[in-house]
């Protein structure tokens, strides 16, 4: 083997050897500030009022990680939260998506602050089971067991089924409608509530006429993290999808 020969061989394997270190050392980088932020995310829950039963998962996003360390720009960072709880809500996932996130460099490495995310998007999942322990249905003329509410979704619309004593006349309330976010709260809006297969009495039917006109109800959600705000809800067999946004957010304060 020539001379030559050894000597490119020789610096491919250099060349080959210090790409793995750079790889190394970008991966080890953004270990390193996915924990700091992960820290971080574990007390804003707490914040909110929520527990989880592990530390909040962090991913930096972009590549490489060092490069964005030296621009003081990262282009996504994605909190995920497995089945955190608010009080006495249970929720199935929560993910929080940062995107375009500005620290000066270094600070994200070291955990100082602060580190700003110009948006982000956080979506939170409950199941049905949840979300019935959560209705809450206001202006009932006569007493019921908010145990025995039934919820399922078709076609994107939500049925509520609730039996109900009117004037001691017993039946079962079919209430259907679309849950809809105004405000940052979340709304079911019924727009047809009928007694389930029977002709009622007329003292009965009174008290339906006034049902009608009267009932609402509401879906109670979390306390959301980092000032996030409801904007949309998207329903399903399994359950509800919650999708919140805000901006200007500090990650690291």
Known sequence: MGRGRKIGIGLLVMLVLLLGLVIIADRVGAGVAEDRIAQQAADELK???????????????????LTQV??????????????????DIKLETMTIVATDVEAAASDLLNGRGPVTANEITGTATMSWDTVRSLISLANLPVPFDPAQLQVKVVNNNVELRLPLDLGGFKTTLVAKGTIAVADGKVDLKLSDIQAEGVNLPAAAQRILNTIK??????????????????K??????????????????????
Do not use: C, H, W
């Open 47 to 65: 914040k909110a009022g929520a527990t989880t039963a592990s530390q909040p998962k962090v991913e930096i996003g972009g590549f490489p990680f």
């Open 70 to 87: 030296l621009g003081g720009n990262y282009e996504r960072i994605t909190i995920t939260a497995d089945k955190p709880q608010s009080e």
């Open 213 to 230: 006109n009267r009932l609402t109800a509401s879906i109670r959600t979390p306390r959301m993290p980092y000032t996030l705000t409801i």
């Open 232 to 253: 949309s809800v998207d329903t399903s067999a399994d359950g509800v999808k919650v999708t919140a946004t805000a901006a200007d957010v500090q990650l690291v304060s």
